[in-house]
Nanobody, 122 residues
């Protein structure tokens, strides 16, 4: 059973910082691209940042220069460093990963975490 568990969300003042983590656990053969998304009520889930297995990164324009995605392949973990936070960054943040489980290693499946709330408010 593959699971993604996010942590690190919370309440922060504008201009503050948070570091989100997402740990992948279970019987895993390999992990491909890992991404962070966010969603607010009434809106579609938005891709925020992504990182490939070899470390190439991509960001949505609204977070470029403020957010940094990274991964530790030895720990099966992806991080999202959120700096210079703004009220409009308030959302539930979800991690996503393309994973080949040991039981079906010839195929890649998309897995989601349960989300972690980030609230930016004074």
């Amino acid at each position: 059973q593959v699971q993604l568990v996010e942590s690190g969300g919370g309440l922060v003042q504008p201009g503050g910082s948070l570091r989100l983590s997402c740990v992948v656990s279970g019987s895993i053969f390999s992990i491909g691209a890992m991404t962070w998304h966010r969603q607010t009520p009434g809106k579609e889930r938005e891709l925020v940042a992504g990182i490939t297995s070899d470390g190439s990164t991509t960001y949505v324009d609204s977070v470029k220069g403020r957010f940094t995605i990274s991964r530790d392949n030895a720990k099966n973990t992806v991080y999202l460093q959120l700096n210079s936070l703004k009220p409009e960054d308030t959302a539930v943040y979800y991690c996503n990963a393309d994973i080949r489980p040991y039981s079906y290693r010839s195929s890649s499946f998309e897995y989601w975490g349960q989300g972690t709330q980030v609230t930016v408010s004074s």
